[in-house]
């Protein structure tokens, strides 16, 4: 079978058993950045889409911070789109490629104005239209902001769990959605991400996971795990960019 192919592989039966135990182990741990806002902004779809945005290749205290500055200034597509690229940088540094994801800020605010008469829109092919838009941000707005139950949102986390877990075996992210797709039940889809970024934020990490902690080791055979923590101790909120 060829890499990213979707067929089931024999671990994928330990599913459900292993998001049933990921439901339990992350009640009480700090959620990631963007569900945070949306749950604080009542799942807009314009601040979902902003904050995760901002949010890659970015620390969650940081996406978190950037994003309460820059809503407290600009609410809507319109009061944002109004704002000069040098003020949105100013807002939301230090988040990675600030200048970067100021401009794609601005001109995203322009599009929404323009083409979808200031509302964020609800399908994957209009999304992707919008300045640095890729499949992950468009997926996690798609759940977040409108309850999508069809879709699956990748990042790092997700592709680097879901291969050490061995529900599939793939290269890139994109991969591992089309993969998770075959080797997953509908059921989980909207929870997947949630689910494996905190785990991955806290415990399964991408260097020196914590296996000795985790409460998945009766269903992962640690694919491509060379080394684990020697320490049982977390660092008290240090959490992983995604």
Known sequence: MKMGESRMSPRAKHVEPVMRALARAIDGLELPAVEKISESRKEDPFHVLIATLLSARTQDATTLAASTRLFEVAQSPRTMAKLTVKRIERLIYPVSFYRHKARHVKATCRLLIERFGGRVPETMGELLTLPGVGRKTANLVLILAFKSERNICVDTHVHRISNRLGWVRTRT???????????????????????????GQNVCRPVYPRCGECVLTAWCPRVGVARTARTTAAAPGEKVAV
Do not use: C, K
């Not at 591992?176 to 889809?189: I, N, P, Q, S, V």
């Open 173 to 199: 992210p994109d991969e591992t959605e089309r993969a998770l797709y075959g080797a997953t039940a509908a059921r989980w889809w909207p929870s997947i991400n949630l689910y494996l970024v905190t785990w």
